[in-house]
Every structure is written in C-alpha cells, then in structure tokens.
Nanobody
Framework: QVQLVESGGGLVQPGGSLRLACAASGSIFNTMGWYRQAPGKERELVARIGSGSWTNYADSVKGRYTISRDNAKNTLYLQMNSLKPEDTAVYYC??????????WGQGTQVTVSS
C-alpha cells in the first residue's frame, strides 16, 4: 500500500523559513513533487524533482525554495525560505511511480502571517 505522509507545516512570520518532509512508502518513485492550493484557487505545482535529481520550480518560488530527495530514506523535502503571505496554502506531496500511477499525500497547512 502506497503512503505519502507530509510533515513540517505550521505558522511562520513573513521572511521566515519552514522545511516540509514527505515520507513515502510502498513503492519506488520516479518523479516527486510539491503542489499547493490556496483557498479559492486551483492546485498548482511548486517544485518537482526527478530520479536523476533534475528539478524545476514555479517562477513564484525560484530562489526561495529548494526541493530535494533522499532516495535511501524514500523521503522528499522542501526547504522554504523568505516566506511571504501569498505562500499560504495547503502543500501536497505528489509522487509518480515507475508504473505511471500518481499518488498524493493528505496535505500540510503552511500559514505565513504576522
């Protein structure tokens, strides 16, 4: 059974940092990524990383966020720096197995507010 369990969300002041983690189990994944969904908006891609460690980022987070993965631990990370109020959203872990099946975590809330 595939599981993606996110952790690390919370409340942070503008300019602060958070690190999200996604512990994956039940499969080996090719591409993994983070998406976010703010109230009243569609879910959007934040960052992705391939099995060969290529990465791509949404323009809105370039230079502030860093995605990484530890294949030995089957864990995905998202380091978020210089957070802004507009980064407030539920962040979802996404993973695509080599079978082509896509999986989602349950989401973790990130709130940036003073």
């Amino acid at each position: 059974q595939v599981q993606l369990v996110e952790s690390g969300g919370g409340l942070v002041q503008p300019g602060g940092s958070l690190r999200l983690a996604c512990a994956a189990s039940g499969s080996i994944f090719n591409t993994m990524g983070w998406y976010r969904q703010a109230p009243g908006k569609e879910r959007e891609l934040v960052a992705r990383i391939g099995s060969g460690s290529w990465t791509n980022y949404a323009d809105s987070v370039k230079g502030r966020y860093t995605i990484s993965r530890d294949n030995a631990k089957n864990t995905l990370y998202l380091q978020m720096n210089s957070l802004k109020p507009e980064d407030t959203a539920v962040y979802y872990c996404n993973a695509i197995a080599y079978t082509g099946i896509q999986y989602w975590g349950q989401g973790t809330q990130v709130t940036v507010s003073s």
